[in-house]
C-alpha cells in the first residue's frame, strides 16, 4: 500500500477501535458547540490531561481552538444517532437537549459514560489537524457500556437510539 492514496492509510486506521464522544464548548459569543470525535486519548494521570484533535477544515475550528475551556463527552453504547447528530454539519445539534451548565458554562450532555469538563493547556499543530491537551478540572463515570467505532462503523450490544 502506498502513502499517496489517502483511502488505504484511512482504512489501515480503522483497524484500531475507538470511543466515541462529543466534545463541547462556548465560542466567543457565548454560543454552544459540539463535534463527534473519536480521537480521544489520556495523556497522564497526574497531572490529569487528555488530548483530541480536531481537523483545520471543521466549522467548529476557530470555537475549539480559541476555547479555554471544553468538555469531552464520552457516548455510551446505545447513543450512536447522537454521535451522528453531532457529526453532522451545521445546524443547531443541541436542539431539544436539556444540556447542564459545566465549568465556566461549557455545555454538558444529559446523558453520557463519561465526561472530562478541562481547561485548554496546550495546543500543538498535527498536520491537517490541530491537537488540544486539556487538564482534567472535574470528572464524572456513569460506569455505562462505551460506543466503539472499528473499521467505518459503530458496534457494541446497544440499540443505538440516543
Same mark, same amino acid.
Given at each position: 500500500?502506498?502513502?499517496?492514496?489517502?483511502?488505504?492509510?484511512?482504512?489501515?486506521?480503522?483497524?484500531?477501535?475507538?470511543?466515541?464522544?462529543?466534545?463541547?464548548?462556548?465560542?466567543?459569543?457565548?454560543?454552544?458547540?459540539?463535534?463527534?470525535?473519536?480521537?480521544?486519548?489520556?495523556?497522564?494521570?497526574?497531572?490529569?490531561?487528555?488530548?483530541?484533535? #480536531?481537523?483545520?477544515?471543521? =466549522?467548529?475550528? /476557530?470555537?475549539?481552538? &480559541?476555547?479555554?475551556?471544553?468538555?469531552?463527552? %464520552?457516548?455510551?453504547?446505545?447513543?450512536?444517532?447522537?454521535?451522528?447528530?453531532?457529526?453532522?454539519?451545521?445546524?443547531?445539534?443541541?436542539?431539544?437537549?436539556?444540556?447542564?451548565?459545566?465549568?465556566?458554562?461549557?455545555?454538558?450532555?444529559?446523558?453520557?459514560?463519561?465526561?472530562?469538563?478541562?481547561?485548554?493547556?496546550?495546543?500543538?499543530?498535527?498536520?491537517?489537524?490541530?491537537? #488540544?491537551?486539556?487538564?482534567? =478540572?472535574?470528572? /464524572?463515570?456513569?460506569? &455505562?457500556?462505551?460506543?466503539?467505532?472499528?473499521? %467505518?462503523?459503530?458496534?457494541?450490544?446497544?440499540?443505538?437510539?440516543?
Amino acid at each position: 500500500m502506498t502513502l499517496n492514496e489517502p483511502e488505504n492509510i484511512r482504512r489501515a486506521f480503522g483497524c484500531f477501535a475507538t470511543g466515541v464522544a462529543v466534545a463541547t464548548t462556548l465560542d466567543r459569543e457565548g454560543r454552544r458547540v459540539g463535534m463527534t470525535i473519536s480521537s480521544f486519548n489520556s495523556v497522564s494521570i497526574d497531572p490529569p490531561l487528555v488530548l483530541w484533535s #480536531i481537523g483545520n477544515d471543521s =466549522l467548529s475550528y /476557530d470555537a475549539f481552538t &480559541l476555547a479555554g475551556n471544553f468538555a469531552v463527552n %464520552g457516548l455510551a453504547e446505545h447513543q450512536q444517532s447522537l454521535s451522528e447528530r453531532f457529526a453532522a454539519r451545521g445546524g443547531d445539534k443541541f436542539a431539544g437537549l436539556d444540556c447542564a451548565q459545566g465549568l465556566h458554562g461549557v455545555p454538558i450532555l444529559p446523558e453520557y459514560a463519561a465526561c472530562f469538563e478541562c481547561s485548554t493547556e496546550h495546543r500543538y499543530d498535527g498536520g491537517d489537524h490541530v491537537i #488540544i491537551v486539556g487538564r482534567v =478540572l472535574r470528572f /464524572d463515570d456513569r460506569e &455505562l457500556e462505551p460506543l466503539i467505532f472499528y473499521r %467505518g462503523d459503530y458496534h457494541g450490544k446497544g440499540d443505538r437510539t440516543a
